[in-house]
């Protein structure tokens, strides 16, 4: 798993969208606590940008107002929060047991060699992005890939060969 | 006295005080259930799993002691094999990449990993691959510097920053074994509290700017005591050593705790104030200007006295009670006019809602008690008369005064700490500070607190009671103003000042709930 304490900062100061802005106020209506509103303002920032940056957690936690660190704790403990720009294919390789066991490591050493991507990095012309991640909840077909938000079950090399080239040619996977 | 409740701890029955905690009810009985995690200020958060016990009563096989309220009739195991399996393995995993640098860590000493090794583990490591390194010496701001591999992300300082300060700097980021406390780039440690993380980390992860690498936690003098930064009057550890071919020194303040006064903790600013007692204080006596031996000032301010026709005394709010107390007689005797006028140690708007004060002296209640004046009138209406100003310990220029400008009034400066008022006197005579020397002291809730001398100098410095005792004082000890107290200030008629308990007396209540019986 990559370093995810590692924020990046995007250079410039985030703010909600008007679209966004609106979402917000309406979940902010629905919880008895403004805490709850980390999670789902976190996503509505990976929708916007694409990836979590520090302003936007700073933007986040004042919007909320709740303590900055509180919600830089959640934005790096859940790994489907992106903190950084991501690929247009992104990869993301379970780690947890199951998957562990049933040689998640070859697939990540596959994409290492074939991509030159270690967990957590982006491809230089911004295609690929690899991340492994914590249990995905299908460890009856480990070892399990996700995909720009699709699940691959059952996993080995030359599966994700046939994925990643479906994918490249404008495919769906 | 509270209630108590009766449970058998390892087939010992023991009586407890009720309402508490496993840990802290058997706690009071001598009984420790080793914990990480638990603090009672911080309340039970269950992470560390170093105190699950078993109770033997049919529910789950082991239960967390900090989350468990003692009841009636428990049977709580703490010595069957399971448990101290248990303890074995949890302190296994905590030390898994605990970097165990003990000769260079400030925590060695204190430390609860040593402590809970040696009694629960004991045993080698079974690693044999690399340790993982994580970050050191970060600075966290507002004197905290962080060490990321000696943390056992128990969450004190976590809790600390959200439930007490509620300034939320700090978080557990990442998980697993990536999990690290850390501060939000850019939202350093920014609270007036922030160094009590440093005495709550269990381990050497939370270190302080100014103590790190200064001494040995097991060279220190801990010595009970009371800071006299604010009027709160929070009790404190005084850490002190004397080095050898070295004076005793002051290198720390911890937070002492009191329910009755300040919790478990102290600010920032009342932990610095040590280092005025290690620095900047008075130690030349002089007399008319020039400097002699002690004995020589005494008799020459004595003289000075006598030939005085107007003299005024000066108190300082932060002298003792006893020493208060001694200073109004010999202004009696003398017939001087007794001033505590001290408007400048009051900071308007400094204080909050917790432990701060804006009123920096530690004892003004005491003015009211004895009945001493605060008004800067009856001082500048004695000043034009007076021909000699005795100040014990006021610092006039903090109250906007001209200490050098004082006219025909000649200025003598009986204290512990250089100030601008002391630098102005043509006579001088130094007293053993608050550290040094003995007293009681009323907090600004009313609450009469006693505390001991702490250190003591290579070549110590008379107590101000000595030398008023010298200067024609009719009081030679404590003992001698503790009986005049009770019998000639109203105030204390009732109060037994012989037994003040070691937490404190809360004076407001005292005349009917703490007369002896």
């Known amino acids: 798993m990559s370093n995810r304490a590692e924020l990046m900062e995007s250079g410039k100061p985030f703010a909600f969208d008007a679209e966004r802005d609106a979402e917000f106020e309406r979940l902010a209506k629905r919880y008895p606590?403004?805490?709850?509103?980390?999670?789902?303002?976190?996503?509505?920032?990976?929708?916007?940008?694409?990836?979590?940056?520090?302003?936007?957690?700073?933007?986040?936690?004042?919007?909320?107002?709740?303590?900055?660190?509180?919600?830089?704790?959640?934005?790096?403990?859940?790994?489907?929060?992106?903190l950084q720009p991501k690929g247009k294919i992104h990869i993301c390789v379970c780690r947890t047991l199951s998957c562990y066991l049933l040689g998640k490591q070859q697939?990540?050493?596959?994409?290492?060699?074939?991509?030159?991507?270690k967990p957590g990095q982006i491809s230089e012309d911004g295609l690929f992005s690899l991340e492994e991640v914590e249990c995905l909840g299908h460890c009856g077909s480990a070892p399990v890939v996700q995909i720009n938000g699709e699940f691959h079950e059952n996993m080995s090399v030359d599966k994700l060969k046939e994925v990643l080239a479906t994918l490249q040619s404008g495919g769906r996977s | 006295m509270a209630d108590t409740i009766k449970l058998s701890v390892n087939g010992v029955e023991v009586e407890v005080p009720a309402g508490k905690n496993l840990i802290d009810a058997v706690a009071a009985v001598g009984i420790e259930i080793p914990h990480i995690c638990y603090h009672p200020a911080l309340g039970a958060d269950g992470n560390c799993r170093m105190c699950l016990v078993e109770i033997e009563d049919g529910r789950p096989p082991l239960v967390a002691a900090c989350k468990t309220k003692a009841a009636e009739g428990m049977k709580v195991r703490l010595d069957?094999?399971?448990?101290?399996?248990?303890?074995?393995?949890?302190?296994?995993?905590?030390?898994?990449?605990h970097p165990i640098d003990c000769p260079i860590c400030d925590q060695a000493g204190e430390c609860i990993l040593q402590d809970y090794y040696v009694k629960y583990d004991h045993a080698p490591s079974?690693?044999?691959?690399p340790q993982v390194t994580k970050g050191k010496k970060m600075d966290f701001g507002s004197g905290v510097v962080h060490d990321q591999e000696r943390c056992v992300l128990c969450a004190r300082c976590v809790r600390f920053t959200r439930l007490i300060t509620k300034t939320g700097e700090l978080g557990i980021v990442n998980r697993t074994d990536q999990a690290r406390v850390n501060i939000f780039p850019g939202r350093p440690l920014n609270n007036r509290y922030a160094l009590n993380v440093v005495d709550l980390c269990p381990v050497g992860a939370m270190t302080s700017k100014d103590f790190r690498f200064r001494q040995r936690a097991w060279f220190l003098t801990k010595s009970k005591g009371i800071c006299h930064g604010c009027s709160k009057g929070c009790n404190i550890y005084i850490d002190h050593n004397r080095e050898k071919y070295k004076d005793d020194i002051i290198y720390r303040y911890r937070p002492r705790h009191n329910d009755l006064v300040n919790g478990y903790f102290i600010c920032d600013s009342g932990r610095m104030t040590y280092k005025l007692e290690n620095e900047k204080r008075l130690r030349v006596p002089l007399a008319a200007g020039q400097q002699v031996d002690l004995e020589s000032a005494v008799n020459a301010l004595k003289r000075r006295?006598?030939?005085?026709?107007?003299?005024?005394?000066?108190?300082?709010?932060?002298?003792?009670l006893e020493q208060m107390r001694a200073i109004q007689q010999l202004a009696t005797h003398k017939a001087a006019v007794l001033s505590g006028y001290s408007e400048g140690y009051i900071q308007k708007g400094d204080g909050d809602d917790y432990l701060i004060q804006d009123d920096k002296s530690a004892n003004r209640a005491a003015f009211a008690l004895l009945g001493i004046d605060e008004s800067k009138d009856t001082l500048t209406a004695a000043l034009n008369e007076a021909d000699l100003?005795?100040?014990?310990?006021?610092?006039?220029?903090?109250?906007?005064?001209?200490c050098t400008a004082l006219g025909k009034t000649e200025l003598a400066f009986v204290g512990s700490y250089a100030n601008n008022c002391a630098d102005a006197a043509s006579y001088l005579l130094p007293v053993a500070s608050y550290s040094e020397d003995n007293g009681s002291i009323i907090n600004i809730d009313g609450v009469l607190q006693r505390y001991g001398a702490a250190v003591v100098k290579n070549e110590p410095l008379p107590s101000m009671l000595q030398i008023l005792a010298q200067l024609g004082g009719a009081f030679g000890d404590v003992q001698a103003v503790w009986s005049d107290l009770n019998s000639a200030v109203e105030a204390f008629n009732k109060v037994d000042l012989q037994n003040i308990p070691a937490e404190g007396l809360a004076l407001t209540v005292s005349e009917v709930d703490n007369v002896t019986a």
């Open chain 2, 305 to 320: 006295m006598d030939q005085a026709d107007k003299l005024v005394f000066l108190v300082s709010p932060s002298c003792s």
């Open chain 1, 33 to 82: 606590s403004r805490d709850s509103l980390i999670l789902p303002s976190l996503w509505l920032v990976q929708d916007q940008q694409g990836w979590i940056s520090t302003e936007a957690i700073a933007y986040v936690a004042d919007r909320i107002g709740t303590f900055a660190s509180q919600v830089y704790e959640v934005a790096t403990f859940y790994t489907m929060y992106h």
């Open chain 1, 107 to 117: 697939i990540v050493d596959y994409l290492h060699n074939e991509l030159g991507l």
């Open chain 2, 126 to 129: 079974r690693m044999r691959v």
């Open chain 2, 80 to 97: 069957s094999e399971k448990i101290k399996k248990i303890q074995r393995d949890i302190m296994e995993f905590e030390l898994i990449n």
């Open chain 2, 389 to 402: 100003l005795i100040s014990f310990g006021n610092d006039l220029s903090l109250s906007g005064m001209d």
